[in-house]
């Protein structure tokens, strides 16, 4: 028996920076939406736990592969039911390392779902509320797979409101950051929570919605890779595009479109303009 799960692409709309524990985590405000960008996780049955990694972005983590995520989300499932963790994993990495956009996370999060399906584990097995700290912030969020608020430290995970058709481009240019640096060197006042309760009509008024909440990690993150601020840039000179951001800790930035022609013409010119960006295109799921 084999199970394969899409690991897609996470987007913060917008992150609001709320307050600091005092162990440290920060308390956040975000909206976050998925594309069909995608890392994928396949699992089947073995006679002991093992990963294989594989795709464009494979050597970025062959050499901590034991302490993958994925690995790690198998053990802590496995122990959890209470049975030994027996699978045979494959991961097609996709997406860049550290970049903003959940990708380690939501390969734990395809995982959970691979393996407990592939072990018949009840729906109970994947519980989402005690999963931010054990395994990371945004694997709630991943393993919800919805667009969804999200709040606390990562681990309060509401749905949103149903959103329009779009379409996104995500550029990377090519740098990895780490989270928690891009945290540390943060400055300036905390803000506050910005919800909206009425579903936006059209792509257009979600944009023109996003237009009034940020991203509180920009600033820092461009601090440690000035490259961000050059993608922005670039995204923001589409003529097609609604709103041009940076996603999470970064150094992932995306644009929202209105129709595929647009983003995939986007994404071709800025790919050619940048050759050794990380550039795609997709739909929102």
């Known amino acids: 028996m084999a199970v394969s799960r ?6 913060n709309l917008y992150l609001h920076v709320l307050g600091r524990h005092a162990d440290g985590f920060h ?8 594309a069909d960008i995608a890392d994928r996780v396949s699992a089947r049955e073995a006679e002991a736990l093992s990963l294989e990694i ?3 972005y494979a050597p970025a983590l062959q050499a901590e592969r034991d302490a993958n ?3 790690r989300a198998a053990r802590l499932l496995a122990e959890r039911a209470g049975i030994a963790p027996k699978a045979a994993l494959v991961l097609e990495k ?6 903003g956009i959940g990708g380690g996370s939501s390969d734990a999060a395809a995982a959970l779902s691979a393996l407990a399906e592939l072990w018949r584990l009840g729906p109970s097995a994947l519980r989402i509320d005690d999963l931010a700290t054990a395994l990371g912030a945004d694997v709630p969020v991943c393993l919800f797979g919805k667009s969804a608020w999200v709040g606390g430290i990562g681990e309060a995970v509401t749905a949103a409101p149903p959103f329009p058709p779009g379409w996104i481009v995500l550029a990377n240019p090519g740098v990895a950051l780490a989270t928690a640096e891009v ?3 943060r400055t300036g006042p905390f803000s506050q929570p910005a919800r909206f309760t009425v579903a936006p009509v059209g792509l257009k008024e979600l944009a023109a919605l996003l237009g009034e909440r940020r991203n509180d990690l920009t600033q820092a993150a461009i601090t440690l890779a000035p490259a961000i601020a050059q993608v922005l840039d670039a995204l923001k000179r589409e003529k097609d595009a609604m709103l041009a951001r940076m996603s999470g800790s970064g150094a992932t930035c995306f644009a929202l479109f209105g129709d595929e022609a647009s983003a995939r013409a986007a994404a071709s010119r800025i790919a050619a303009q940048h050759r050794g960006w990380w550039v795609a295109s997709g739909r929102l799921l």
């Open 94 to 99: 996709n997406l860049p390392v550290a970049s």
């Open 69 to 71: 995520l994925v690995l």
């Open 6 to 11: 899409a690991a897609p692409a996470k987007i």
């Open 27 to 34: 308390l956040l405000d975000s909206l976050v939406v998925f």
């Open 54 to 56: 594989a795709g464009p």
């Open 183 to 185: 945290f540390r060197v």
